[in-house]
């Protein structure tokens, strides 16, 4: 499984060096490379062998604190050509689809794999991720997001357009981050086993009213609407107070559960 450490610092081992100011650095250590900072170099083999948490000097004598890479600091580090979802929406929506180990899952719009990378982490070894992209380049680079944490195979990547519909059934949930989720509540229904949770995310509320109708036309209830916003403090015991920015609306988020209705005579 990704993330798993012993209590040194290992050859191999994908890690977090976090300066004072909390900009950080993630890569893999290895025998004799190097890493280049503007706070100076920093060696590998001086890293290997060093007990987390440890501080480490670059040649310039500038600090930095070394970690276990974090499911959370990879996504913000990821690499993307569009807009990821936040760890603070990516929690919520764990938790609201019931995302745990030997859930089958589907996601469409890949993108860069920022979703993609924490549902087959939480899936576990007995669960399985399903994501579906039509573009070719994003799909490319998601390989490359989910390869980098060691998490390929609890992925399989579909190119194609989900108005064919899904290859899956039966699945315990589906999110979808698409631009028209109300064209494909049919193929969401099919593909969804009986009682599984719908998620979606949209930047408009728009699109929120034309999926609300989708969704109930379709037999999907228990449906909330939401958005999540994220307040730091500054952490200084005399004077605690918020600081001078916070992350606000980064979209609405949407879920239901599938029903089977009572059919009338």
Same mark, same amino acid.
């Given at each position: 499984?990704?993330?798993? %450490? $012993?209590?040194?610092a290992?050859?191999?081992?994908l890690v977090?060096?976090?300066?004072t100011?909390?900009? =950080?650095?993630?890569?893999?250590?290895?025998? @004799?490379?190097?890493?280049?900072?503007?706070?100076?170099?920093?060696k590998?083999d001086?890293l290997?062998?060093?007990?987390w948490?440890? $501080?480490?000097?670059?040649?310039?004598?500038?600090?930095f604190?070394?970690?276990?890479?974090?499911?959370?600091?990879?996504?913000?580090n990821?690499?993307?050509?569009?807009?990821?979802?936040?760890?603070?929406?990516?929690?919520?929506?764990?938790?609201?689809?019931?995302?745990?180990? @030997?859930?089958?899952?589907?996601?469409?719009?890949? @993108?860069s794999?920022?979703? #993609?990378?924490?549902?087959?982490?939480?899936?576990?070894e007995t669960?399985?991720?399903?994501? %579906?992209?039509?573009?070719?380049?994003?799909? /490319?680079?998601?390989?490359k997001?989910?390869? &980098?944490?060691? &998490?390929?195979?609890?992925v399989d990547?579909? *190119?194609?357009?989900?108005? $064919?519909? =899904?290859?899956? #059934?039966?699945?315990?949930?589906?999110? &979808?981050d698409?631009?028209?989720?109300? /064209?494909?509540?049919?193929?969401v229904?099919?593909?969804?086993?009986?009682?599984g949770?719908?998620?979606?995310? *949209?930047?408009t509320?728009?699109?929120?009213s034309k999926l609300?109708?989708?969704?109930?036309?379709?037999d =999907?209830?228990?449906?909330?609407?939401?958005?999540?916003?994220?307040?730091f403090?500054k952490?200084?015991?005399d004077r &605690?107070?918020?600081?001078?920015?916070?992350?606000?609306h980064?979209?609405?988020?949407?879920?239901?559960?599938?029903?089977?209705?009572?059919e009338? $005579?």
């Amino acid at each position: 499984m990704a993330f798993q %450490y $012993e209590k040194y610092a290992r050859a191999g081992d994908l890690v977090e060096l976090t300066g004072t100011r909390r900009g =950080f650095y993630i890569f893999r250590l290895e025998e @004799g490379n190097e890493l280049q900072t503007h706070r100076g170099v920093i060696k590998h083999d001086d890293l290997i062998g060093k007990e987390w948490g440890s $501080e480490v000097l670059s040649h310039l004598e500038k600090p930095f604190y070394l970690y276990p890479v974090t499911l959370s600091s990879m996504l913000l580090n990821t690499k993307r050509n569009t807009q990821i979802l936040y760890p603070k929406d990516i929690g919520y929506i764990l938790i609201t689809l019931g995302i745990g180990p @030997g859930t089958r899952v589907i996601e469409a719009g890949t @993108g860069s794999g920022g979703l #993609t990378q924490a549902l087959a982490y939480y899936v576990g070894e007995t669960g399985h991720v399903y994501s %579906y992209e039509t573009r070719q380049q994003m799909q /490319d680079l998601a390989k490359k997001n989910i390869a &980098l944490v060691g &998490l390929s195979e609890h992925v399989d990547f579909k *190119l194609r357009d989900i108005i $064919e519909g =899904f290859d899956e #059934t039966n699945v315990d949930a589906l999110f &979808l981050d698409v631009p028209t989720p109300h /064209d494909y509540m049919q193929q969401v229904k099919t593909a969804l086993r009986p009682g599984g949770s719908f998620g979606c995310i *949209l930047p408009t509320v728009n699109q929120v009213s034309k999926l609300l109708n989708a969704l109930r036309r379709n037999d =999907f209830s228990f449906i909330d609407v939401c958005e999540i916003l994220l307040r730091f403090y500054k952490p200084e015991e005399d004077r &605690l107070r918020p600081t001078d920015r916070m992350v606000a609306h980064t979209g609405y988020l949407i879920f239901a559960r599938s029903i089977k209705k009572i059919e009338k $005579e």
